[in-house]
């Protein structure tokens, strides 16, 4: 911290992104403090494998390496997936995705996000030069010409030259400031749940879209017998939500066999069931004086293409980026143009990402004849045309 009291950068908020954010800049050599309102969940190698999970792709594996968490994440439980399959219940199209063919030994892996969790809380425990203030809570903040200053509900003050907003979805950072967000409600819960099946999983992450649903079978590296089970990611409507919740084990596991088209055999176990309302959100701006949104708090995407977090990480990596750079160039790196060009440079790659996850989602949660036909001979065209496969491949891996 400056003589004066002021940090250069404080985060607010410790999930996977704001924390991966300060050990990115304590790395360039940034003085940051972390504000977190809650500490996170302990993860314990005998435990269940936790419900939430995120496939991460190439990009956030790249950093957190940079970070050192990757082989503490790799080691305690993660599960590679080399193949992806992607079908439709209401055309003949299929979808294949082979890490071979992107000359990589993975297409991602599925980790807990209390794992990744666990393991960046231990970072930033573990380096002294991070001032970590949990439990905390901001009330109000004001700027002045050299810094923003943010109250605590305890009373006390944290100054820094900038602010970083990582709060999450329901940012009460962004709302302080008075950003907008454009919000689209699905009207559909995502149902999640381990489930063991007949087959094994084969490393293989399986979307199907259904008429008004998609499930998605991610494979886990458990090893409690068996071949290993999937991660269920099963998006429906409202109401539909509620009736599967309520089915007992053996019910649920025959419907969501017969929804998966038996892909794996039948279902044969299921843990408790855990439901999430889904929404996109989009905020109308990323930057405001000394002040800047990253991960959920700017922007959160339909679940379908697995990409949220990854996103997420990507606005780490290029604000970090951008901050440096000023930086190094004895620039104030907190000033307008700086905040800009991150502003520039992930905004529109997550307006895009989310306007197509939401057109994906607007197309296959239709059974109009139409769009139905459209369905299937969009995805054997895809699978048969190398360098747009690429392309939705590339995307998927979060490159
Ligand atoms: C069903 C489902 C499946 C998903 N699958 C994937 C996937 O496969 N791949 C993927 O990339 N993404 C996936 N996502 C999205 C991913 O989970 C989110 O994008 C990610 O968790 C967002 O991380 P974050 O750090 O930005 O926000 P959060 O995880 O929401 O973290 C925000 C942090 O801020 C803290 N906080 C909040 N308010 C305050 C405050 N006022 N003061 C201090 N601290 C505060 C919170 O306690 C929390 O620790 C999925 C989402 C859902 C719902």
Known sequence: MSRRGIHDVAIVGAGMVG??????????????????SRPPAPWRAEDEVDLRVVALAA???????????????RTARACTYRHMQVWDALAPGELHFDAADEGAAALGYIVENRLIQHVLWRALQADAGIALHCPAKVAATEVDADRRTLALDDGSRIAARLIVAA?????ALRNLLGIATQDRDYAQRAIVAHVRTERGHVETAWQRFLPASTIAFLPL?????????????WSVPNAEAERLLALDDATFCN??????????GRI??????????????????????????????AHVVHPLAGQGVNLGLRDVDELCAALSEARDAKRDFAADFVLR???RRRRSDNAIAAHSFDAIQRVFGSDA??????????????????PLKQMFARRAAGQ
């Open 167 to 171: 709060d999450g979805a329901d940012s």
């Open 341 to 343: 060009r991150y502003e």
């Open 19 to 36: 924390s991966a954010l300060a050990l990115a800049l304590t790395k360039a050599g940034f003085d940051v403090a972390l504000l977190e």
């Open 369 to 386: 004849l139409p769009l139905a036909a459209l369905r299937g001979a969009g995805l054997r065209i895809v699978d048969r045309l190398a």
């Open 221 to 233: 590296a458990d090893g409690r017998g068996g071949a290993g089970r999937c991660s269920i990611v």
């Open 268 to 297: 044969t176990a299921t843990t408790t069931r855990a439901a999430f309302p889904l929404r996109m959100k989009l905020a109308e701006r990323y930057i405001a004086p000394r002040f800047a949104l990253i991960g959920d708090a």
């Open 59 to 73: 990009s956030s594996i790249a950093l957190f390496e940079r970070l050192d968490a990757w082989k503490p994440i």
């Open 255 to 264: 419907e969501l066999g017969a929804a998966f088209d038996f892909r794996l």
